[in-house]
């Protein structure tokens, strides 16, 4: 039996009672015609049925007028229509530590996913170097005697060759060294005439032993002499070539060439004609730049990834799309307290000379650090209310939130110790989404 209730009113058809506004705007359409009246009402059953409440007392009036508002607020707001087209929109909860998309929302979302992968992890590392010369194939050539430059043979840049004159000086100190070794050599000829004829008149009983012996020791002592000048001449640089003109000549010079010691170029010069040089001043310096020496710094944290004979890539600032091959010949045995680095040698062949002292060059190195691991991007992994966790497709649509344990970081790349399985499906982009859904509906991940 349907069942409504009218309101008659002395005061006017526009008055209601004060709190009931809302309900009433709220849907007009189900709300019955109310009037507000201060005299008498009127309740109607089936047909339309009057009563005279002038009879009933003012608390049974207010009473009852109190509980015909609260059916006609109850009526109003449960006729209100539900909206029931946001929910189909929304993320749809499954089972535990799952959501399950929509086509709406996965077109919407955009996820992409990734597999998860076993293998071997190349680590890619880069350390800052300079490019410097090969030491062993790099001479600083100075003077072992005082003298007097007579002249320059070659310029900064030149290549020369293993002998070749570098410059020529005149030495008074050499001279005077030359002049002892042939008067050195003139007394051993001295001595062995003299030893010569002691010998024979010996034989002829003309002289006793002992003076036989004396001339001998003149002569033993003579060959001393000059062997001892003649190895000074050595220390201060005459080659062989120089000694046996002074036997052959007689005759002193006091030239000092200053010769390339091996096969190279000039990359420093540091002398001019007619100039007094000492023996502590760097003259020239020769280099052969065939190969060179980049010196680099490995941090404490990178040094498991280096060891010797390892074959790297050196890349420089002056040819940023060139890439030169390398090999480490030497390890730092001993870390810089200061720096917390180990030195690092490479040496790279420079057969076009390309590669010049003292530029900068980062030395680039890879090697395996694991072995048969899991790895997912380092997109996928997203902070949980229990640690790491990722989202792994369970079927299209539906995504469970997986808690993880991790590994180190290889690049874009992490190791996973726990939590998934190899050729699973994780989502990379649209993770931090997913993330949001879950804790907006306080889905907690599975373990």
Not at 63 to 83: G, H, W, Y
Not at 283 to 306: H, M, S
Not at 385 to 394: E, L, T
Not at 429 to 434: H, I, Q, R, V, W
Request: net charge neutral; glycine share 6%; proline share 3%.
């Amino acid at each position: 039996m349907a069942i409504g209730y009218e309101y008659r009113t002395l005061l006017g058809e526009n008055n209601v009672y004060e709190g009931h506004a809302t309900c009433e705007r709220a849907d007009r359409r189900t709300e019955p015609n109310v009037k507000s009246s201060g005299k008498q009402w009127s309740f109607i059953s089936g047909s339309r049925l009057k009563q005279n409440i002038e009879g009933y007392s003012a608390q049974e009036l207010i009473r009852s007028l109190t509980v015909c508002l609260i059916i006609v607020v109850s009526m109003a707001c449960e006729n209100k229509p539900v909206d029931t087209s946001v929910g189909k929109q929304k993320l749809t909860l499954t089972q535990s530590g799952q959501l399950s998309l929509t086509p709406e929302e996965l077109s919407r979302i955009k996820l992409e996913l990734a597999t998860v992968v076993q293998g071997q992890i190349l680590s890619h590392r880069e350390f800052p170097a300079t490019v410097q010369a090969n030491q062993n194939e790099l001479a600083e050539v100075t003077t072992l005697i005082r003298g007097r430059v007579v002249k320059v043979h070659v310029d900064v840049g030149q290549d020369v060759k293993k002998g070749a004159l570098l410059a020529m000086l005149h030495s008074v100190d050499l001279g005077v060294a030359e002049g002892d070794y042939l008067k050195a050599g003139a007394r051993l000829y001295e001595a062995e005439l003299a030893h010569l004829r002691a010998k024979e008149l010996y034989e002829n009983k003309a002289v006793s032993l002992a003076e036989l012996q004396r001339r001998e020791a003149a002569m033993k002592t003579a060959r001393a002499e000059v062997r001892e000048a003649q190895n000074r001449l050595q220390l201060l640089g005459v080659p062989t070539e120089e000694i046996k003109r002074l036997d052959r000549e007689l005759t002193i010079k006091a030239d000092m060439p200053l010769r390339a010691p091996f096969d190279g170029r000039v990359i420093m010069r540091n002398i001019t004609r007619g100039e007094v040089v000492e023996t502590e001043q760097k003259l020239f310096t020769v280099a052969n730049l065939t190969d060179v020496w980049v010196i680099g710094n490995v941090p404490e944290k990178d040094v498991r990834f280096i060891h010797k004979d390892q074959k790297v890539n050196v890349v420089v600032a002056a040819y940023p799309h060139a890439i030169f091959s390398g090999t480490i010949t030497y390890l730092g045995d001993v870390l810089d307290p200061a720096t917390r680095t180990m030195s690092l040698r490479v040496t790279v062949p420079n057969s076009d000379r390309l590669l010049k002292p003292e530029m900068f060059a980062v030395i680039s190195v890879s090697a395996t650090s694991s072995t048969d691991v899991l790895t997912v991007p380092l997109a996928a992994v997203q902070d949980g209310p229990a640690g790491k966790m990722v989202f792994v497709q369970r079927e299209a649509g539906t995504f469970e939130a997986r808690t993880v344990k991790l590994g180190n970081e290889e690049g874009d790349v992490v190791i996973v110790l726990e939590g998934v399985k190899t050729g699973e499906q994780v989502v990379t982009k649209g993770s931090f989404a997913l993330k949001s859904e879950m804790e907006r509906h306080r889905i907690e991940p599975s373990l």
